[in-house]
């Protein structure tokens, strides 16, 4: 049996550098530009800097929000009550869109992806030329899996602005949703093109090297990701990831503690250090990497069926059977039919 690692692809939502994951997908939010916009944003300095740590630190979002204090979170209500009024004072003014398009983030960043969309769609219908909310909107149908929805925006976002270089990395970034691997790499290369020192092109052309197995390839970008950046999480994690697929543990290891180092929340680093680990059959040090992966992201499905697969391996089968019934259960309500009934095969056997 497999066990499940994950990579991590750059998207760019708002101008803000976020985490999806390959391949399960989850993108998140957050817009640093609100107090460049506005100083007086009512949580642009006190809360922002948090989301962003929030996101980095957890692919599972919303327990990380938990963990930097429910009252932060709860500034999303008075972020929108004060996006309402701001709509309500604006609403024949010519910056109205930009009222709507802040809630859009904020529904987006809570994962109320509909109502996301319906603010997107007053901003464009207002301002038709403001390319950032074609991005936004873009983003928004990849989390509801209409990737040919996407692709459209993401086109009038470069129609509108050929040099917006994260507009070519989300495009690139739908087609490695949907295995285009090829059309992928064309968009990545662009993004390059525009932006020779931009780190996380090259981290995600890479990821889609790795996807086709192209691993030499792979390494060679996520070692200029590094080179421009030395304390990105992401590029260690995916090298880290190559390393491992290349059965070079002690390299993935390395890159793996490199990661933890620069952030010492890392799940998705704990989570495949733990994979390295369990196949070098150090069981005791992948179910430690696993629990610490869980005790800071209780909602991290793969984890759950990381560590009921050591235990598998260990011969704890009601452990086993334990966690990958949390597996499945998380996978169900993360809408990952795929993993859910993977999962649900592997607990048929008992």
Do not use: C
């Not at 998140?28 to 944003?41: G, I």
């Amino acid at each position: 049996m497999k066990y499940l690692d994950k990579i991590a692809v750059t998207l760019f939502v708002g101008g803000v550098i976020t985490l999806m994951q390959i391949p399960f997908a989850m993108a998140l939010a957050a817009h640093r530009n609100a107090l460049e916009e506005d100083s007086e944003f009512i949580y642009a300095d006190s809360f922002e800097p948090k989301a962003i740590a929030a996101i980095e630190l957890d692919p599972n979002f919303n327990k990380a929000f938990y963990d930097l204090g429910l009252d932060e979170l709860k500034q999303y209500d008075k972020v929108l009550a004060e996006l309402d009024r701001e709509i309500a004072l604006e609403d024949q003014d010519a910056e109205a869109y930009y009222a709507y398009y802040n809630r859009g983030l904020d529904y987006f960043m809570l994962q109320e992806y509909e109502k996301a969309l319906a603010e997107f769609n007053r901003a464009i219908s207002l301002n038709p030329n403001f390319a950032d909310a074609y991005i936004n909107r873009g983003l928004t149908y990849i989390q509801l899996q209409e990737y040919e929805k996407a692709l459209a925006e993401f086109n009038r976002a470069i129609a509108l602005n050929p040099q917006l270089v994260d507009a070519y990395i989300n495009r690139g970034n739908t087609y490695v949703e949907l295995q285009e691997y090829e059309k992928a790499l064309a968009e990545f290369n662009q993004a390059i093109a525009l932006d020779p020192q931009y780190a996380p092109a090259y981290n995600n052309r890479g990821l889609t090297y790795a996807q086709l197995k192209q691993y030499d390839r792979a390494l060679t970008d996520y070692n200029q990701a590094i080179a421009i950046n030395p304390q990105d999480p992401l590029a260690y994690n995916n090298r880290g990831f190559t390393y491992a697929q290349l059965k070079q543990y002690d390299r993935a290891l390395v890159d793996y503690n490199q990661a933890i180092a620069i952030n010492p929340q890392d799940t998705l680093a704990y989570n495949n250090r733990g994979n390295t680990y369990a196949q070098l059959k150090q069981y005791d040090r992948a179910l430690a990497d696993y629990n610490q992966a869980i005790a800071l992201a209780p909602q991290y499905a793969e984890a759950y069926y990381n560590r009921g697969l050591t235990y598998f391996e260990l011969g704890n089968i009601p452990q086993t059977k334990k966690d990958w019934s949390k597996a499945a259960s998380l996978f169900k309500q993360q809408n990952n039919i795929q993993a859910y009934q993977f999962v649900q095969q592997q607990l048929q056997q008992f």
